[in-house]
Nanobody, 116 residues
């Protein structure tokens, strides 16, 4: 029903910035919440940020003040602006959506590597 395509990952130096984007496509769905998680090798998948259909946001303590989540006017694309990146931010970043029918979908993930 929903396909998620992530983009914007790459290699940056510590202190740099990246902007991740995730576009939802398909038909017959209505999005309640879009968000971002990440997973580093040997670590559990970690919650980062969400934005719901009325623009309320939520952030993990580890990224507050550095990352900003936003969406487009159609509410089908979610963006994660990442500033002041640290080596410990290195991970695969995953986009997720929660639909009003309670279905959940995940993107394929995009690699973010921050060098020291």
């Amino acid at each position: 029903q929903v396909q998620l395509v992530e983009s914007g990952g790459g290699l940056v130096q510590a202190g740099g910035s990246l902007r991740l984007s995730c576009a939802a496509s398909g038909s017959g769905f209505s999005i309640h919440t879009m968000g971002w998680y990440r997973q580093a090798p040997g670590r559990e998948r970690e919650f980062l940020a969400t934005i719901n259909n009325w623009d309320s946001t939520n952030y993990a303590d580890s990224v507050k003040g550095r990352f900003t989540v936003s969406r487009d006017n159609a509410k089908s694309t979610v963006t994660l602006q990442m500033n002041s990146l640290k080596p410990e931010d290195t991970a695969v970043y995953y986009c997720t959506v929660l639909l009003y029918n309670r279905s959940r979908y995940w993107g394929q993930g995009t690699q973010v590597t921050v060098s020291s």
